[in-house]
């Protein structure tokens, strides 16, 4: 058996390679050649913990192969990038893709589609194959019996922890037909140990959506609390720690907004789909995009304190901002409310600005560009120079730092960690 996975990044290359290290031929495909090189000698482009390990052996093994074309498989699995832009999920990478396979197909292949995508997005992807391959029959939702399946088999994996979650996860497999969903449910016995839960692909669509807009919803509560909190002097932490004691209570973690790719993302697919049946979706990603412009004013707040002490002259207040990340532990500043708060603080331009981050070298251009700003390798050292200390995301680093060191300066802790 032959498998070709086309797209290469977050969740393409640990797919393609953890089915390579079964033993099944793999060929993985992207359309940047630098990628496709890199990987042939056995590197990855990604950060995930372990991947090089596991991309490299398949690789030498002769299981993993890289290319910018795809060629004849028994299956091909899509995971190229869905981004939204301007209210509407923009698919041309998966037209791409499908476009690109569509010469290869044959009588018995099998298409899913991995990437996060719009209900209704796999009949599309099957009606354009049809299109292009008249001489096939392509599924068709719903009608059995055909020469190529299709299925949409959403990814679930959490960064940092993807080659156990690929694994271990279980996985939801929609078929446009029970036939597709079966054969598909063969293709991930390959490497998954989780449960495999059949249905069809339009269900398989949305519930993928439907878990990042739970956690998005979840997570505007825990916000919404937090400023509810604020206005009437009570710590939301304790609170909501004491709320889930309850056995049907399961509040989350209010922050300083809500970042990555994924759960700040998928909720406007749902809201895209059905505008106004999507209340709640909607004002919960206003409520979580709204949670960095509340941080930056209680930073300006802190600021023009500090600004009435110094005024003897003895120059502008430190503001010592903690993470730059997403979220812990991770390198990741794609679409992070942290960095946008940062960048916010240097543009105003009022106070000098110390950045802890330990998991990046140098800052990202948007802050490097910036007056009176520097990055330290030394947490510890960020904290005593500052006049205000903003923690924005909760490294487990960030534990060594001890309450002591903070006497004397204002703190804002958007993560509860010294509360
Ligand atoms: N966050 C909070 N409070 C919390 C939990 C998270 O403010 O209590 C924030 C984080 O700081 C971060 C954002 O939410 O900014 C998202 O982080 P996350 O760890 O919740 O999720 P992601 O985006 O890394 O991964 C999610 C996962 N989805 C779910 O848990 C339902 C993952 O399983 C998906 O595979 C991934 O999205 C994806 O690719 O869709």
Known sequence: KKVCVLGLGYIGLPTASVIASRGVQVVGVDVKPEVVARINKG??????????????????????????????????????????????????????????????????????LESTSPPGTTDKMAALLAELRPDLKIAQPGIEGCDVHVAYCPERVLPGRVLTELVENSRVVGGMTDGCAALAEDLYRIFCSGELLRTNARTAEMCKLTENAFRDVNIAFANELSIVCEKLDINVWELVKLANHHPRVNILQPGPGVGGHCIAVDPWFIVE??????????????????????????????????????????????????????????????????????????????????????????????????????????????VRQADVVVMLVNHRLYQTIARDELAGKTVIDTRGIWS
Not at 44 to 57: G, N
Not at 73 to 95: E, N, Q, R, S
Not at 279 to 284: A, C, K, Q, V, Y
Request: proline share 7%; hydrophobic share 45%.
């Open 43 to 112: 590197e990855i482009h990604i950060v995930e913990p372990d991947l090089d390990a596991v991309t490299a052996h398949a690789v030498q093994q002769g299981h993993l192969r890289a290319s910018t074309t795809p060629e004849p498989a028994d299956a091909y699995m899509i995971a190229v990038p869905t981004p939204f832009h301007d209210g509407k999920a923009d698919l041309d990478y998966v037209w791409n893709a499908a476009r690109s396979i569509a010469p290869c197909l044959a009588a018995g292949n099998l298409v899913v």
């Open 273 to 382: 789909a059905a505008p106004e049946e999507t209340r709640l979706i909607r004002t919960s990603r206003e409520v979580n995009d709204g949670k960095p412009k509340y941080v930056l004013d209680k930073i300006a707040a802190a600021v023009a304190d500090k600004f009435s002490d110094k005024a003897a002259g003895n120059g502008r207040p430190v503001v010592g901002l903690l993470g730059l990340a997403f979220k812990p532990d991770v390198d990741d500043l794609r679409e992070s409310p942290a960095l946008q708060i940062a960048e916010a603080v240097v543009a105003g331009g009022n106070c000098d600005v110390v950045v802890s981050e330990p998991h990046i070298e140098q800052l990202p251009a948007s802050l490097a560009n910036g007056a009176g700003v520097r990055l330290t390798a030394d947490m510890h050292e960020a």
